[in-house]
Every structure is written in C-alpha cells, then in structure tokens.
C-alpha cells in the first residue's frame, strides 16, 4: 500500500539556534565553525541549543569563513597624547568595548601616525593578525585608508574622511547639527554670528562649517567671521582672539566643539564680553566640559558612545557574512545659559 509523506520538517536557522542559547549570531556561528575565543559557557550553551533544534548547518553556512584571530583593530592616525586626552575618544571606545562583549572578539588599538608604525600596521594586515578594522579621526590624504583598502579586510570608519565616501561607515549628523545650532542663535535674534571652524584636513570640520552657512544664507545673514581651530581648549582660545583682533564684533558664535567653545568663552570674558548677554556661544559634542564651562554650554549633542557600539555592530556583521548599512546618527541641541 503506498504511503504519503507528510510535509517536511523546518530546518532550524542559525538565528534560532542563538536566540535559544541567549547568545549573538556570531557568537553561535564561532562555536559551529569550532572556532576559538568563545567562553565555555557560551560553548555549552550553543552545543546545547544545537541538540534541543536538532540543527544542522548548511553547506553555505560551512563556507562561511572562521576568524582566524579573533581581534579587530581600531586605528588612528595620531599618537599625540593631547588626543586621547579627550574624552569623545574614550567614549568611542568605551562604545565598542561594549557592543563586543557578545562576540568574544578582542579589540587591538593602533596608533599609526609614523612611517615605521604605518609599516607595522601594514604588516598587521598583511599576516591577518587582525580579523578587521575600524578606522577614526582622519584626516586630509590619511595614509591608513589605502593600507587598509589594499589588505582587503572588512572595514568600517568613524566618520568619513576628506575624499571620498567609503563602502561602510559610522557617522554623525555634523551639518543637520551644525545647522540647527546656528538657526538657534539666530532665533535669538543674534545677527552677527562667528564660527571656529576645526582642522581644515577633516570632513567633520568642512561638514559643520557648511551647516554653519546654510543656516546664515537661509536667514540671509552674511558670516560675520570665521577662525580655524584645533578641536582644542587652547585652540579655540587662540581663534577666538584672532577673530577679536580683527575687529570683528559678533553678537553670537556657532564653534565647531565644546572644547573649543570652552576656550572661546574663555577669551570672551577676559575681553569684557559677557556671555551670554553680549555674545552667546553654542558648542557641538555635548561632552563633560559643556557642564563644566563658565555659563555651561548650550552644545549640539552627538551620540558618541552610540558611535562606537554601531561601528563594532556594523563590523560584527561584516564578519558574519552580513551586509550592513552605512549609518548617520541623528544629532539634538541641548540648551543650557551660554546661548
């Protein structure tokens, strides 16, 4: 008597497996591939879960490539320690500290600003020491991106750089941001309004000095100065009196970041300026030094710790096979009594 076969069973997916063994995909699929830097509980979590689904991996899901190492890189073109002293920098790692918790990956800083540490960097890449790389604070023609590119790992970047817009990147919304705070100023019926720029070699600085004009163009109000800073106290200090000794007379200045802007207001005070009622100030990141200036800062905040998490997040899933976006994190103005 011939019989019929009743409807074939589901087979259980990756994501199942995870999910039932609380764990990430990547973490899942490091401990079908036999791969190494996975904790035993995990492990035992995951075997269990493979059991209770009955799961078996695809020929595909074989061909994935395990990771070899283990660790990506975050790299930067600088050694300076003025750089490290900022906190958006321990914010970024902080950030993906924690969004690599899951994935049992370790993360490897590289400080690249020589020729001979471009060359170890290089080497790194080249004997895939690392399983990828994400990438911050470049600048002009920065010598890390054709390393990286020519290696061929998977690579992610903190912001854009000058030229060129890579394949997968982290960024915030410096000119929507950089916008907004200008039209604030404005709103408070500022009509001389300055700007400090930052380091004339960075996409984040060209970005916020254009949302800086598309707001006074808007208002048809004509840029009363603009000074170029360095991102630091003592630089936004020194623009700000550059733009004094010009004899310009602003009402309001946009500054490019709060460091900056601290050191602005700074030179504002010892020239007799109040703040905010001569000149209001509005600053960008929104970190600790915002609350600490002398009035606080009204600042544009940009998620920064956020930033580091969604770039480790976007390289994870280069390594799982996955096709991530490129990511604009938005960016909100906080008001506080400079402005």
């Given amino acids: 008597m011939a019989t019929t076969a009743g409807p074939s069973r589901r087979r259980p997916t990756l994501a199942e497996v995870a999910a039932r063994a609380g764990v990430s995909m990547t973490v899942a699929s490091r ?17 269990k879960a493979i059991r209770d689904l009955g799961y078996a991996p695809s020929r595909s899901a074989r061909a994935l490539a395990t990771r070899k190492s283990g660790v990506v ?3 930067v073109s600088g050694d300076d ?47 895939r020491g690392v399983d990828g790389v994400m990438l911050l604070a470049l600048r002009g023609d920065d010598p890390l991106v054709p390393i990286v590119e020519r290696s061929g790992l998977p690579a992610v ?35 001389r309004i300055a700007a400090i720029t930052g380091l004339s070699d960075t996409d984040v600085s060209e970005a916020r000095d254009r949302g800086y004009r598309d707001a006074m163009a808007t208002a048809g109000l004509a840029p009363t ?33 709060d460091n900056m802007a601290a050191g602005a207001v700074r030179v504002l005070r010892e020239h007799g300026r109040r703040v905010p009622d001569d000149v209001a100030v509005v600053g960008f990141d929104d970190l600790e ?3 600490r200036t002398d009035p ?4 544009v905040h940009q998620p920064v710790r956020a930033l580091g998490q969604e770039m480790a997040r976007m390289l994870t899933a280069l390594l799982s096979g996955r096709e991530p976006s490129p990511l604009i994190l938005p960016t909100r103005l906080v008001i506080r009594d400079s402005a």
């Avoid at 996975?38 to 035992?44: C, F």
């Avoid at 970047?157 to 915030?172: C, I, Q, S, T």
């Avoid at 100065?225 to 007379?249: K, P």
């Fill in 73 to 75: 890189a975050l790299a």
């Fill in 81 to 127: 320690p003025a750089l490290f002293a900022d906190p958006f920098f321990a914010h970024v790692i902080v950030g993906i500290s924690a969004a690599l918790e899951d994935t049992d990956l370790h993360l490897l800083l590289c400080l690249a600003a020589s020729g001979r540490s471009q060359a170890r960097f290089q080497g790194l890449l080249g004997t």
């Fill in 31 to 47: 401990v079908i591939n036999d791969a190494p830097y996975v904790s035993h509980d995990k492990r035992k979590a995951v075997e």
């Fill in 289 to 291: 030094i915002a609350t």
């Fill in 225 to 257: 100065a603009v000074a170029a800073g360095d991102f630091t106290v003592t630089g936004g200090a020194a623009a700000m009196t550059a733009l004094l000794n010009t004899g310009a007379d602003p009402d309001g200045v946009f500054v490019a970041n």
């Fill in 157 to 191: 970047y903190g912001g854009r750089p000058l030229r060129g817009e890579p394949r997968w990147f982290v960024d915030a919304d410096n000119r929507g941001g950089a916008r907004n705070a200008t039209e604030h100023l404005i709103g408070l019926g500022r009509t």
């Fill in 296 to 299: 606080p800062l009204t600042t």
